[in-house]
Nanobody
Framework: QVHIVESGGGLVQPGGSLILSCTAS????????MRWYRQAPGEERELVGS????????DLVRSVKGRFAITRVNEKNMVFLQMNSLQPNDTAVYFC????????????WGQGVQVTVST
């Protein structure tokens, strides 16, 4: 069982920035593929990006490329989602997920954090 905790959500104006943090338990964090998802009201949960193990690079979906960045710090069991130039359609609950391989869907999820982009 992997316990995941996200933090850093909140209310931000359009064009603003936020950093989301995710901490996962366990001694094998460096082997996980860490993923960020988001779910807007009335929508399905969608992938935002992935950070591959152990430092195998990151990948972001087209809609956030150039605005968002993912970094991982294996020594701290943490992954971060830096979000810049936020727009109202980025409003969603953001979830951190742990995949045990690069091709697997997350097996473990955090509770999610709300990000609201609004004036």
């Amino acid at each position: 069982q992997v316990h995941i905790v996200e933090s850093g959500g909140g209310l931000v104006q359009p064009g603003g920035s936020l950093i989301l943090s995710c901490t996962a338990s366990g001694s094998t964090f460096s082997t996980y593929t860490m993923r960020w998802y988001r779910q807007a009201p009335g929508e399905e949960r969608e992938l935002v990006g992935s950070a591959f193990s152990p430092v195998g690079g990151t990948d972001l979906v087209r809609s956030v490329k150039g605005r968002f960045a993912i970094t991982r710090v294996n020594e701290k069991n943490m992954v971060f989602l830096q979000m810049n130039s936020l727009q109202p359609n980025d409003t969603a609950v953001y979830f951190c997920g742990v995949s045990t391989s690069a091709w697997a869907l997350p097996a473990y999820w955090g509770q999610g954090v709300q990000v609201t982009v609004s004036t």
